[in-house]
């Protein structure tokens, strides 16, 4: 490590570089120094033109067979060859920095629970095909498991995604929501503690919740709680039919409390509108950053077949005990011209459980906070909000929260 004028350079070797634009067209290769600093890589050409990518515009990293591939926010596609012997250094540093940004970026000042264990994973998406494996860090973060490879991307698994966990000859299998599947193993002496402390975290969270819906419904019996809970994970906002189908009085209780939060002239008009089945109400205790207390949500489908009245809409608002809402969020259910293609309300009914889904998702990963999703990307642009636009360039489902974002009715007069 030294220092270049300002910058401190981590790592430096001699290089090949090819660069294709958004097209897949090559615009520049040749030999090269590569630079890996705190806070970029750069390419320099020993006469051409330097190639600077700081690392909020990298938004993915993978190597095959020996050569890292980089995409960077400009649909450009960066890949750094013929390293030799310094490739595994190279790969395991950058790989090093960038997850240490994506910590800082989008784990939004969320604070660590367990760390400092050495182990190895294998990493299954949704069609059971491998996509990643080697020696990592699992840490254990207040709402998620974050696995840090080594070499290549972190993985961020939130508790509220995971549908099974078991232990099999000191391996730790998940299995999430999504159909992925974590294994990790080989954590020697820690193995224990850091299933000790990952069974307190999410048996921490599990209280939190069974409690607020006990608070709500105090006549409640423990299977009654333990069952709603489960749909309520963490914040997550629930449907009404499947509250309803464990009890219609838990359901009648969440709509009490938001008369109480502030926001229930907002949901008794939106709900006029609404299919009444898919309306969700989330409820969420010491949220991170800087809202507290209780907070509630809800989301509110407004679509039919009949194409001829308003429609194909959700609504989004939020609230805390602290104070009332202060604007009402529509986002676009699917693209205009997809929606005069559905003439099945089933169909309709699908995409709506599938946005649901992803807007849920998307909420707890960046713990709630609306401004990612209402900024302009000229605000999005501007210093103060950095960590914002890596997260939109790292979260699908936030850059598709965007892309369906109509706009927001501030909380002026109910009449708006």
């Not at 499947?242 to 009648?252: F, R």
């Not at 309306?279 to 209780?294: A, H, N």
Request: net charge negative; glycine share 4%; aromatic share 10%.
């Amino acid at each position: 490590m030294f220092e270049d004028n300002e910058r401190i350079i981590i790592f430096e070797c001699s290089t090949h570089y090819n660069l294709y634009d958004e097209s897949g067209e090559e615009i520049a290769s040749g030999k090269a120094n590569a630079q890996i600093s705190e806070d970029d890589v750069s390419i320099l050409p020993k006469f051409g033109e330097v190639i600077f990518c700081a690392l909020r515009d990298i938004i993915s990293i993978s190597e095959n067979d020996y050569k890292i591939h980089l995409i960077l926010s400009s649909n450009e596609k960066l890949i750094i060859s013929n390293l030799g012997y310094k490739f595994e250094d190279f790969f395991r540093v950058l790989s090093k920095i960038h997850n240490d940004r994506i910590l800082k970026d989008l784990l939004m000042e969320e604070s660590i629970k367990k760390s400092g264990v050495n182990a190895e994973f294998i990493f299954f998406d949704e069609n059971a095909v491998e996509q990643q494996n080697g020696k990592c860090y699992p840490c254990l973060y207040e709402t998620a498991i974050v696995i840090i490879p080594e070499k290549g991307e972190l993985k961020r698994i939130p508790y509220c995604d995971i549908t099974d966990i078991n232990e099999e000859d000191f391996n730790l299998i998940i299995k999430t929501d999504f159909g992925e599947k974590i294994i990790i193993s080989k954590m020697g002496k820690k193995h224990n503690s850091f299933i000790k402390t990952l069974s307190e975290v999410i048996n921490e969270l599990s209280i939190k919740v069974q409690a607020s819906l006990k608070e709500l419904l105090p006549q409640a019996n423990p299977s009654i709680i333990r069952k709603a809970s489960r749909f309520m994970k963490e914040g997550k906002a629930a449907k009404r039919s499947d509250i309803e189908s464990i009890s219609p009085e838990i359901w009648n209780a969440l709509e009490k409390r938001i008369a109480i939060i502030g926001i229930k002239k907002e949901y008794d008009f939106l709900k006029t509108l609404s299919q009444k089945e898919k309306i969700c109400i989330g409820l969420k205790r010491d949220l991170l950053g800087d809202l507290t207390g209780e907070y509630m949500w809800f989301l509110i489908p407004i679509y039919s077949n009949n194409h001829k009245i308003p429609g194909n809409v959700v609504a989004m608002e939020a609230g805390s005990a602290e104070g009332a809402g202060k604007a009402t969020y529509f986002f676009k259910l699917t693209h205009r011209k997809d929606y005069c293609q559905y003439e099945n309300i089933d169909e309709l009914h699908k995409r709506c459980d599938n946005f649901i889904k992803k807007i849920n998702r998307c909420m707890l990963a960046i713990n709630f906070r609306r401004e990612p999703i209402y900024l302009s990307d000229e605000k999005i642009s501007e210093p103060r909000y950095e960590k914002y636009h890596f997260a939109i360039q790292k979260i699908s489902e936030l850059r598709e929260l965007r892309s369906l974002f109509i706009g927001r009715v501030i909380h002026s007069s109910i009449e708006q």
